[in-house]
C-alpha cells in the first residue's frame, strides 16, 4: 500500500487557485493516485484520478512528475462550497483503502 | 442514474444490541467496499466484497460481518455494539476490484448513534 502524507489543512480565498500536494514515496508501478472530496455529513465524491504526467476534468487539474512520489490536486478558482477534506489515494484498488485524515481546505469571502 | 443508496441514513442503538446496514451499488457494478469513519477521521476499510466472495478484510473486530447477495446489494452487520462503533458507515461500489484505475463511489452513508 502507497502511504500518503498530506497537510492538515489549508487556508485560500474565494476566486484564488488552491493546490494540495500529497507525498507517496513507496507507490507501486501498478498504483494509481486518486483524489477525493468529502463535505461534512456526506460520503466521499470522486473528483479525479490519474497515473501520470497530467489529467484534467471539468472540476480539477491533478500533475504528476516522472517519479511519481508526490501528486499535486489543482482546484482553479475557488469557491466558498469548495471547503470540504480532500483525500488523496495511491492504491490499485482504493476499495481496500484506509484513507488517511486528509486535507481541510477553508476558502474564506 | 441512482447512485449507491445506503439505508437506513440514521439510527440509534443501545450498547450490546445489533445493527444491520444495507447498501445497494451503483447498477452495473459488482464490488461493494465497507468503511467506518469516526468523527475528524477519514474512513477506515472494514470489508470488499466482490462477486459475492470477501476480498479483503480490514482490522476490525468478529463483531463486524458483511455479505454481498446475487444482485450485488450488501449487508454490513455489527454484533455486540459498543459506544466507540458510533460512527458514520459507508459504503462503495465499483465495477470490479484490483483493476488497474478501479474508481469507487461513495454513497451518503449511514449514521449509527450507539448510546
Known amino acids: 500500500l502507497a502511504k500518503t502524507t498530506q497537510p492538515i489543512s489549508m487556508d485560500s480565498y474565494e476566486g484564488q487557485e488552491v493546490n494540495i500536494t500529497c507525498s507517496h514515496n513507496?507507490?507501486?508501478?501498478?498504483?494509481?493516485i486518486t483524489w477525493y472530496q468529502q463535505f461534512p455529513s456526506q460520503g466521499p465524491r470522486f473528483i479525479i484520478q490519474g497515473y501520470k504526467t497530467k489529467v484534467t476534468n471539468e472540476v480539477a487539474s491533478l500533475f504528476i512528475p516522472a517519479d511519481r512520489k508526490s501528486s499535486t490536486l489543482s482546484l482553479p478558482r475557488v469557491s466558498l462550497s469548495d471547503t470540504a477534506v480532500y483525500y488523496c489515494?495511491?492504491?490499485?484498488?482504493?476499495?481496500?483503502?484506509?484513507f488517511g485524515d486528509g486535507t481541510t481546505l477553508t476558502v474564506k469571502p | 442514474d441512482a447512485g449507491v443508496t445506503q439505508s437506513p441514513t440514521h439510527l440509534i442503538k443501545t450498547r450490546g444490541q445489533h445493527v444491520t446496514l444495507r447498501c445497494s451499488p451503483i447498477s452495473g457494478h459488482k464490488s461493494v467496499s465497507w468503511y467506518q469513519q469516526v468523527l475528524g477521521q477519514g474512513p477506515q476499510f472494514i470489508f470488499q466484497y466482490y462477486e459475492k466472495e470477501e476480498r479483503g478484510r480490514g482490522n476490525f473486530p468478529d463483531r463486524f460481518s458483511a455479505r454481498q447477495f446475487p444482485n450485488y446489494s450488501s449487508e454490513l452487520n455489527v454484533n455486540a455494539l459498543l459506544l466507540g462503533d458510533s460512527a458514520l458507515y459507508l459504503c462503495?461500489?465499483?465495477?470490479?476490484?484490483?483493476?488497474?484505475?478501479?474508481?469507487?463511489?461513495f454513497g451518503e452513508g449511514s449514521w449509527l448513534t450507539v448510546v
Open positions: 513507496n507507490i507501486a508501478t501498478n498504483d494509481y
Open positions: 489515494l495511491g492504491l490499485i484498488n482504493p476499495g481496500k483503502s484506509t
Open positions: 462503495a461500489s465499483s465495477l470490479d476490484q484490483g483493476s488497474l484505475g478501479n474508481t469507487i463511489y
